[in-house]
């Protein structure tokens, strides 16, 4: 089992920056790939980042969060981060982190644990 907190949420101005953070509990955390997903309002929840579980290890994004986001995670300190620069209105959701025991995929139905989410709101 593995417990995955999220913070960092909050209310910002477009061209804004948030820093979202994920700690993680339970089972070895460096076991795991992660990743980070939102639910913006009236949406299904989508990917928006993820990592391998190697440090330095590869990394995805979904275009939308291509060259504005950058996810990065610490297995020392068990967390796992998202910069999230550049912000607009369209990123306003709820944030969720995610593990999984599948490599290099951006499927939320492969992912086993989830965080309770974060908040992001962007005003224009």
């Known amino acids: 089992q593995v417990q995955l907190v999220e913070s960092g949420g909050g209310s910002v101005q477009a061209g804004g920056s948030l820093r979202l953070s994920c700690a993680a509990s339970g089972r070895t955390f460096s076991n795991y790939h992660m990743g980070w997903f939102r639910q913006r309002p009236g949406k299904e929840r989508e990917f928006v980042a993820r990592i391998s579980w190697r440090i330095g290890g590869s990394t995805y994004y979904a275009d939308s969060a291509k060259g504005r986001f950058t996810i990065s995670r610490d297995n020392a300190k068990n967390t796992v981060s998202l910069q999230m620069n550049s912000l607009k209105p369209e990123d306003t959701a709820v944030y969720y982190c995610?593990?999984?025991?599948?490599?290099?995929?951006?499927?939320?139905?492969?992912?086993?644990?989830w965080g309770q989410g974060t908040r992001v709101t962007v005003s224009s």
């Open positions: 995610a593990a999984s025991s599948t490599p290099m995929t951006a499927d939320q139905r492969l992912y086993d644990y």
